[in-house]
């Protein structure tokens, strides 16, 4: 069943969206400063493109906290707000409910990415 979610996912953006992310942290990667963001914008292309099967798993401690604290005012908000829109107009249908909780883990995890593992 995550297959078939994973191919329909991309077929109806998640690819663009993918893409989107990568050239974003490849950006963020071509400073010194900007690695640690261009990280996360790759593990969002790696959940983005692929997010039916995957789960996150959180932690990381104190530095991480700190990190998501300032990722969080500086670009958590929008994304998450973007992901949690995306969320329930996928949910109205019951055919869009699997990808609406997608985007729902998508959100968490723009809220929330340094010392968070997809697996």
């Known amino acids: ?11 109806f953006g998640g690819i663009f969206t993918a893409i989107y992310w990568f050239l974003v ?3 963020f990667c071509i400073t010194i400063i900007g690695i640690p ?8 292309a790696s959940l983005t493109l692929a997010p039916f099967g995957k789960t996150i798993e959180y932690g990381g401690g104190a530095p991480s ?5 300032i990722w969080h005012i ?14 329930c107009v996928n ?3 019951i055919i ?11 959100a968490k995890l723009s ?3 340094f010392g968070a593992t997809v697996r």
Not at 37 to 44: D, E, I, S, V, Y
Not at 65 to 69: K, S, T
Request: glycine share 12%; hydrophobic share 60%; with cysteine.
């Open 1 to 11: 069943m995550s297959l078939l979610g994973n191919i329909i996912w991309m077929l």
């Open 25 to 27: 942290g490849y950006l």
């Open 37 to 44: 963001l261009g990280r996360q914008a790759f593990k969002m």
């Open 65 to 69: 906290l700190i990190a998501n604290v």
């Open 74 to 87: 500086c670009a958590g908000l929008p994304m998450a707000a973007s992901y949690l829109l995306a969320g």
């Open 91 to 93: 949910c109205i249908t």
């Open 96 to 106: 869009g409910i699997p990808f609406g909780l997608q985007a729902f883990k998508m």
């Open 111 to 113: 809220l929330l990415p």
